[in-house]
């Protein structure tokens, strides 16, 4: 049975649909319209028109760039709406969008990360600047469907993730890997010690880090691409679980090599790209390259007043 009622798109517009047609402010963006502080440009349309309400939960391909398109953060993830706390939150957005719509939208950079995620803008943005965040809704669940997926997708888990356990299992007795996993099911390796400052909830972290499959073969690399991945540690949607909890374990100047099973990693679904397949263990060798302390200070640039020019 379907989540939600289907119904055929040429009788019923999107509520973004609506929206863009309703709006008749001008837009410094090319292509996108403007309203409650947020540029939106719808991208395709989906079969049905149910956006989500707060405490839904969702499934959402995101990307996040600077407003001059560089990408500094790219995946799927899950999670549970909220009702917006101020204009031109991020949590207006993904309420403008049905399963199956993808769009782009323009909010402020200041906003989202002081506001939204409560900690301190990365170093490559200042005040003032916008990001550009893509959404393409792949799915919405109410709380209690939620709820009875997860209970049926761990017990179809027991029997479907025995092959993924058997594999690693058999690679890590053939690599005579002799550490303990962590409670997460994580294997964390170092190899290079550290005697930096240690990783603290709300620190800008900086890293180099290569990941590739069991068989050795390489899916990402920012040292081939010279180019350090940055950002807020303790935040949601910016890193994957187990980056996360490796990473978090770590000083400055450390490298680990850190062994992800598919639950700490991309899941059942895998990578949106298409590149990791689902139920796949991956290898991640990080090197902490820097951490910067959070500076409270500068949390209190931002006060209450949401009056920003629109």
Request: proline content about 5%; charged content about 25%; aromatic content about 12%.
């Amino acid at each position: 049975m379907p989540l939600y009622l289907k119904i055929a798109r040429p009788i019923w517009l999107p509520v973004l649909a609506i929206a863009l047609f309703a709006s008749s402010c001008s837009s410094k963006y090319e292509g996108y319209s403007h309203k409650n502080g947020i540029y939106y440009k719808l991208i395709t349309i989906g079969d049905t028109v149910n956006p989500p309400h707060p405490g839904d939960y969702v499934t959402t391909q995101l990307r996040y760039a600077t407003d001059h398109d560089s990408t500094f953060f790219s995946g799927n993830r899950t999670f549970q709406l909220t009702a917006p706390e101020f204009k031109g939150s991020i949590d207006e957005c993904f309420l403008m969008l049905s399963a199956g719509d993808s769009a782009s939208f323009i909010i402020d950079a200041e906003k989202f990360f002081l506001k939204t995620l409560q900690c301190p803008m990365p170093s490559f943005l200042k005040r003032g600047d916008n990001i550009k965040i893509d959404i393409r809704m792949s799915d919405i669940r109410t709380e209690d469907q939620y709820r009875r997926d997860k209970e049926e997708f761990l017990k179809w888990i027991e029997d479907f993730g025995e092959y993924e356990k058997l594999v690693l299992r058999n690679f890590i007795e053939k690599q005579k890997i002799d550490v303990e996993p962590t409670e997460s099911g994580m294997y964390f390796i170092t190899l290079e010690p550290g005697n930096g400052k240690p990783v603290e909830y709300g620190d800008i972290v900086t890293v180099h880090y290569e990941g590739r499959f069991l068989n050795g073969r390489f899916f990402d690399s920012t040292v081939k691409r010279n180019q350090p991945f940055e950002f807020v540690y303790g935040t949601e949607l910016q890193v994957i679980a187990g980056l996360e909890d490796a990473i978090g374990r770590m000083r400055e100047g450390q490298r680990a090599l850190v062994i992800l099973p598919s639950y700490l990693a991309w899941g059942e679904k895998g990578s949106s790209t298409g590149i990791i397949p689902p139920f796949t263990t991956v290898i991640y060798e990080v090197e902490l390259l820097k951490a910067v302390a959070h500076n409270t200070e500068e949390a209190s640039i931002i006060d209450d007043d949401d009056t920003m020019s629109e």
